[in-house]
């Protein structure tokens, strides 16, 4: 069981699994959205005194907060437990593109060293990929009123339109960045 | 005692969305590349079996824990906040590979940089907490 379990998902395990999610947390009486943790926990620092916006009771929130802890220690527990070495199974074509901007074993691990990592973070291209995209997430899912969770997967789940016009723009900024900006970021 | 249920609940989506490697950058890189199928069938099985499951809870008339009829109160946010912050956000997670729930994820995967990431997105709510009556809705 632990050994099936090691090995890489496929699409039709994680998907379906993601959406028995969704339905447990409708089951406990709430809805399945991560982006507005950004927002509580902004309230529980005290932001709503110079902004009345996160003058809110953000007591109503904390369940929230502790589903977000809990996924941090199923990271945990996948990495520790679950793990048979890490590699991503990627295309052929994306591990060449990506070879192009100096990535070295594209898929060896979950994530490229060049850019996710504490020395990366001593690079104008890692300040600008950790902390430019984290601000981008932040202000876009909370403009949007969701991110993928509560969007993509919820809010098109239950058929809304207005999710539907989300999700359509976080594609349109998604190809953007992609195929428009990385390719020079990638480089710097 | 309250708030383990949703812990628990946490603690599976965590090693779901380990393990289907959503939280991989390249997955996400390659999605908006076209070029495997895998993060479009994680988000379409999700939301094709979510779409059933929904419609079968309000046929039956489903109760929650509390006895509550369970449905969805719907969004309401106004098309150019939908359209400008989703462009803004998929400009953000086409970049670090992850959305929100993701890069809590990462922490616990063994990434403690993305603490950063963290942080910049708290920052990141902040600040459209405190520009919102300038923009667009």
């Given at each position: 069981m632990i050994e099936w379990m090691s090995q890489p998902w496929p699409w039709y395990v994680g998907g379906p699994l993601i959406a028995v999610v969704m339905i447990t947390l409708l089951f406990f009486g709430k809805r399945f959205g991560i982006s507005s943790n950004?927002?509580?926990?902004?309230?529980?620092?005290?932001?709503?005194?110079?902004?009345?916006?996160?003058?809110?009771?953000?007591?109503?929130?904390?369940?929230?907060?502790?589903?977000?802890?809990?996924?941090l220690i199923g990271g945990y527990i996948a990495h520790t437990f679950l793990n048979n070495g890490d590699a991503v199974a990627i295309s052929q074509s994306t591990i060449e593109n990506l070879q192009s901007f100096s990535i070295q074993n594209p898929g060896a691990q979950y994530l490229p060293a060049e850019l996710f990592s504490l020395s990366a973070l001593l690079t104008i291209k890692g300040w600008i990929m950790l902390v430019g995209g984290g601000l981008l997430v932040g202000f876009g899912?909370?403009?949007?009123?969701?991110?993928t969770s509560g969007h993509a997967i919820t809010g098109l789940s239950n058929l809304e339109l207005p999710s539907?016009?989300?999700?359509?723009?976080?594609?349109?900024?998604?190809?953007?960045?992609?195929?428009?900006?990385?390719?020079?970021l990638l480089t710097l | 005692m309250k708030f383990i249920k949703y812990l628990l609940t946490g603690i599976v989506f965590g090693i779901i969305l380990s393990k289907a490697?959503?939280?991989?950058?390249?997955?996400?890189?390659?999605?908006?590349?076209?070029?495997?199928?895998?993060?479009?069938?994680?988000?379409g099985s999700a939301v094709v079996v979510g779409a059933i499951?929904?419609?079968?809870?309000?046929?039956?008339?489903?109760?929650?824990?509390?006895?509550?009829?369970?449905?969805?109160k719907p969004k309401e946010n106004g098309f150019k906040a939908l359209l400008f912050?989703?462009?803004?956000?998929?400009?953000?997670?086409?970049?670090t590979g992850a959305c929100p729930g993701p890069m809590f994820i990462i922490v616990g995967y063994g990434t403690p940089v993305f603490l950063v990431v963290i942080l910049s997105a708290t920052l990141g709510a902040f600040l459209y907490g405190a520009l919102r009556k300038y923009l667009p809705h």
């Amino acid at each position: 069981m632990i050994e099936w379990m090691s090995q890489p998902w496929p699409w039709y395990v994680g998907g379906p699994l993601i959406a028995v999610v969704m339905i447990t947390l409708l089951f406990f009486g709430k809805r399945f959205g991560i982006s507005s943790n950004l927002e509580t926990m902004c309230s529980m620092v005290g932001a709503g005194r110079w902004v009345d916006y996160f003058n809110v009771n953000w007591k109503d929130k904390i369940w929230n907060l502790v589903f977000v802890l809990g996924t941090l220690i199923g990271g945990y527990i996948a990495h520790t437990f679950l793990n048979n070495g890490d590699a991503v199974a990627i295309s052929q074509s994306t591990i060449e593109n990506l070879q192009s901007f100096s990535i070295q074993n594209p898929g060896a691990q979950y994530l490229p060293a060049e850019l996710f990592s504490l020395s990366a973070l001593l690079t104008i291209k890692g300040w600008i990929m950790l902390v430019g995209g984290g601000l981008l997430v932040g202000f876009g899912t909370r403009y949007a009123g969701g991110c993928t969770s509560g969007h993509a997967i919820t809010g098109l789940s239950n058929l809304e339109l207005p999710s539907l016009i989300a999700v359509v723009g976080f594609f349109i900024g998604g190809l953007i960045m992609t195929h428009l900006i990385l390719p020079y970021l990638l480089t710097l | 005692m309250k708030f383990i249920k949703y812990l628990l609940t946490g603690i599976v989506f965590g090693i779901i969305l380990s393990k289907a490697e959503v939280i991989s950058w390249y997955r996400i890189y390659e999605m908006f590349r076209f070029e495997s199928f895998h993060m479009f069938g994680v988000i379409g099985s999700a939301v094709v079996v979510g779409a059933i499951l929904l419609l079968m809870i309000k046929k039956v008339g489903a109760k929650d824990i509390d006895g509550q009829l369970m449905q969805l109160k719907p969004k309401e946010n106004g098309f150019k906040a939908l359209l400008f912050g989703g462009v803004i956000f998929g400009l953000g997670w086409a970049m670090t590979g992850a959305c929100p729930g993701p890069m809590f994820i990462i922490v616990g995967y063994g990434t403690p940089v993305f603490l950063v990431v963290i942080l910049s997105a708290t920052l990141g709510a902040f600040l459209y907490g405190a520009l919102r009556k300038y923009l667009p809705h």
